[in-house]
């Protein structure tokens, strides 16, 4: 059974970056709203290789999302169908290919670490308050004591995904910093 504390951090990721379009439900339309907005926001255009690149990424999350969580094939993921996905151990393939792709979109740079203005600038993308994102990132990289490459990364994930601790810094992973 997922603890209240881990079912509010699993629905705010559901609602802030998967329910783009706010009817409820993720759904193939939620994934390309996404990739516009990344690309607006990064200045990508349609048809250039960061475009495309986004646009495979984002769109191979939804087809192994669909995989692991729609169970009733209705090409929608449900809330329900979302918190069941994160309760079942049988899926670390999809969770895996997530963390991955969240690490890639904040690491803009490519150099191998995300830094606040990277973190932030991502956060905002999907409507997350700026002070809230740097508050955040303060959070999880120690206030700058602790570089975020891809190993830090995957500890806080875990944290986020699998701590009951209200206090663990994971729990900012995502730009913010409580959850109720």
């Keep these: 059974m997922v603890s209240e504390l881990r079912k509010n951090k699993l629905n705010y990721v559901f609602d802030t970056f998967f329910d783009v379009n706010k009817d409820g ?3 193939q339309n939620d ?3 996404a990739i516009e907005n990344i690309a607006k ?3 990508y255009k349609a048809g250039d290789a960061q475009y495309k690149d986004v646009s495979e990424r984002f769109l191979n999350i939804w ?3 669909r995989v692991f969580a ?3 094939k209705d090409n929608k993921v449900t809330r329900e169908e979302w918190l069941t996905l994160w309760n079942q151990p049988l899926n670390e393939e999809w969770k895996q290919l997530y963390m991955n792709f969240m690490f890639r979109l904040q690491d803009t740079s490519g150099d191998g670490s995300i830094d606040e203005g990277e973190f932030t600038n991502v956060c905002q993308t999907f409507g997350i308050n700026g002070d809230e994102s740097k508050k955040a990132f303060a959070k999880i990289s120690s206030d700058g004591k602790v570089d975020i490459d891809i190993k830090a990364y995957e500890g806080l994930w875990k944290d986020y995904f699998g701590s009951d ?3 663990s810094a994971g729990n900012s992973i995502f730009g913010k910093t409580a959850f109720p």
């Design 25 to 27: 439900s993720i759904e």
């Design 31 to 33: 994934f390309e709203l």
């Design 41 to 43: 926001i990064r200045g």
């Design 63 to 65: 087809d192994k999302l």
């Design 70 to 72: 729609d169970t009733n």
């Design 165 to 167: 601790d209200a206090a």
